[in-house]
């Protein structure tokens, strides 16, 4: 069984994908072709934002906006302790400070009540706090009702981690709209992937998107070799482009709805278990990035895990260790208590998800587990 079945959808798309490269192939437009304009287009129109520049993946692309808003030395980014590295990275790679926040055990996502405490804990270390990255963990939406009044109260740009959240909603609005800037990747396995790395940008702002272009281009100014800043060089290749353009058109026409079907079924096959089982707020909509269930305290997650394995069931453990675990952060970071999160590195399975699981391969994996930990 696949975790995530890349080769399903590939046999499904087949003639479209092969019939895109060709094209770019044999156009040599490689960088910055037509199909990049398009999917930019496409992409802004869909999340409902003004602008949506691509970019060489999802990590650069906060980092992109990070840049764009001069965030550096002296000042803190609030981030939530239970995410992917990325999401804290890029906060020290400008020379800022993250400050780690503990996450709802509900949604796996930051936990607004802290961002107030958090500022606090920046102030009173000498930093200025600047920013919340707010993250989509597993594909659904973080609060924002709330983390925008917080942001609000204290001054803070909001940028949206929807690296996982591409296709999600809350009432509609969908995710990649909520920050002031948000951000995607399209990593193969994410909600919306490519064939490699790729990402992107989106804001309603004229003027940050216009940063956020020169920024990826080296600090361009009025053309190429008349560079204004320091940048990077951080662009989505056109054949990803080709590759993203009818992959998207079956995320939002079917596979959207599919991978919600799937999670239903795991919902059904599962209440009642024992497990913890991940909860969709009312009015949410998740893209299912992940579907991860939470183990009581005395399953033994390895075994648990090796006896899968047997079975030909692939799990992950969507994280392992907290942010403010990672060596990498040693004595740069501050962090608040997060005692929500710790408990989430150990008790954590994601289960096999996507548009393409099977009904069979569903019920398989249900069955597995309850068996496995009743
Ligand atoms: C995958 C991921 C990223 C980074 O995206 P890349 O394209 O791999 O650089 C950032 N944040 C979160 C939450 C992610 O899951």
């Known amino acids: 069984?696949?975790?995530?079945?890349?080769?399903?959808?590939?046999?499904?798309?087949?003639?479209?994908?092969?019939?895109?490269?060709?094209?770019?192939?044999?156009?040599?437009?490689?960088?910055?072709?037509?199909?990049?304009?398009?999917?930019?287009?496409?992409?802004?129109?869909?999340?409902?934002?003004?602008?949506?520049?691509?970019?060489?993946?999802?990590?650069?692309?906060?980092?992109?906006?990070?840049?764009?808003?001069?965030?550096?030395?002296?000042?803190?980014?609030?981030?939530?302790?239970?995410?992917?590295?990325?999401?804290?990275?890029?906060?020290?790679?400008?020379?800022?400070?993250?400050?780690?926040?503990?996450?709802?055990?509900?949604?796996?996502?930051?936990?607004?009540?802290?961002?107030?405490?958090?500022?606090?804990?920046?102030?009173?270390?000498?930093?200025?706090?600047?920013?919340?990255?707010?993250?989509?963990?597993?594909?659904?939406?973080?609060?924002?009702?709330?983390?925008?009044?917080?942001?609000?109260?204290?001054?803070?740009?909001?940028?949206?981690?929807?690296?996982?959240?591409?296709?999600?909603?809350?009432?509609?609005?969908?995710?990649?709209?909520?920050?002031?800037?948000?951000?995607?990747?399209?990593?193969p396995a994410k909600p919306l992937g490519c064939y490699g790395d790729g990402g992107a940008v989106f804001t309603d702002s004229d003027e940050w998107a216009a940063l956020i272009r020169s920024i990826a281009v080296h600090g361009k100014g009025s053309m190429k070799y008349d560079n204004v800043r320091l940048g990077m060089n951080s662009r989505l290749d056109t054949i990803q482009a080709a590759i993203l353009l009818p992959k998207f058109h079956a995320f939002r026409d079917y596979e959207l709805d599919a991978v919600n079907e799937r999670a239903n079924w795991y919902h059904e096959a599962l209440s009642g278990s024992g497990l913890k089982l991940p909860e969709v707020r009312n009015g949410y909509v998740s893209s299912w990035a992940q579907y991860t269930v939470i183990l009581s305290n005395n399953v033994d997650r390895d075994i648990l895990q090796a006896r899968l394995r047997e079975l030909d069931i692939p799990t992950m453990i969507y994280y392992p260790k907290p942010m403010h675990e990672q060596k990498a952060f040693e004595g740069s970071c501050l962090s608040l208590p997060c005692h929500t999160a710790e408990n989430l590195c150990r008790t954590v399975l994601s289960l096999p998800i996507g548009p393409y699981l099977t009904e069979a391969d569903a019920v398989l994996v249900a069955q597995a587990l309850i068996s496995q930990t009743m």
């Open 1 to 187: 069984m696949e975790f995530r079945d890349l080769k399903a959808q590939y046999a499904a798309l087949k003639d479209e994908i092969d019939q895109g490269i060709a094209d770019v192939i044999a156009s040599s437009h490689y960088i910055g072709g037509a199909p990049v304009k398009q999917l930019e287009q496409e992409l802004a129109e869909y999340v409902g934002v003004k602008h949506c520049i691509t970019c060489g993946n999802g990590t650069d692309a906060l980092q992109l906006a990070l840049m764009a808003w001069g965030i550096g030395k002296g000042d803190a980014v609030i981030v939530p302790d239970f995410t992917f590295f990325s999401s804290g990275e890029v906060v020290s790679t400008v020379g800022a400070t993250p400050v780690f926040v503990d996450v709802l055990e509900d949604t796996f996502n930051i936990d607004s009540a802290q961002i107030a405490p958090a500022c606090e804990l920046a102030r009173k270390n000498g930093l200025n706090p600047k920013v919340v990255v707010a993250v989509d963990l597993f594909g659904q939406p973080a609060d924002y009702v709330e983390i925008r009044k917080a942001c609000e109260e204290q001054g803070l740009l909001l940028l949206e981690d929807g690296a996982q959240g591409f296709g999600g909603s809350i009432n509609g609005k969908r995710a990649c709209s909520f920050g002031d800037i948000s951000t995607t990747s399209f990593f």
